[in-house]
């Protein structure tokens, strides 16, 4: 997990602005390794679930999925997971954004 920290255009008219939160997956090591000596990224020191405000109970049900820190669960299989603890994936998936919008800074406008 990369938290972005310059605007980067990744093609096809989107973008990733500062302050947020991709996996990049489908940049190489090379250009993973450029963006992030010119500053642009820096890798997420992820967290266990537990740590986040009132996540204690969702990240006890996570780990018999074996997800225990943020960047893990950010980047597993919504159907997966749901099926390991029982629940469905759309609520997964609902809980990823949640640590997704926990994690990104927020977007501060500078006049």
């Given at each position: 997990m990369w938290r972005v920290h310059s605007k980067l255009?990744?093609?096809?008219?989107?973008?990733?602005?500062?302050g947020s939160l991709s996996t990049l997956n489908w940049l190489k090591r090379k250009g993973l390794e450029r963006l992030e000596v010119k500053g642009s990224i820096s890798k997420v020191s992820a967290?266990?679930?537990?740590?986040?405000?009132?996540?204690?109970?969702?990240?006890?049900?996570?780990?018999?999925a074996g997800v225990e820190y943020v960047d893990q669960f950010i980047e597993s299989d919504p159907a997966g997971v749901a099926d390991k603890i029982g629940v469905q994936p759309k609520t997964i998936e609902k809980w990823q954004s949640e640590v997704i919008e926990w994690l990104t800074a927020d977007k501060v406008s500078h006049s």
């Amino acid at each position: 997990m990369w938290r972005v920290h310059s605007k980067l255009d990744i093609g096809k008219g989107k973008i990733l602005h500062p302050g947020s939160l991709s996996t990049l997956n489908w940049l190489k090591r090379k250009g993973l390794e450029r963006l992030e000596v010119k500053g642009s990224i820096s890798k997420v020191s992820a967290p266990p679930l537990a740590v986040l405000p009132g996540w204690v109970l969702r990240s006890q049900k996570l780990l018999k999925a074996g997800v225990e820190y943020v960047d893990q669960f950010i980047e597993s299989d919504p159907a997966g997971v749901a099926d390991k603890i029982g629940v469905q994936p759309k609520t997964i998936e609902k809980w990823q954004s949640e640590v997704i919008e926990w994690l990104t800074a927020d977007k501060v406008s500078h006049s």
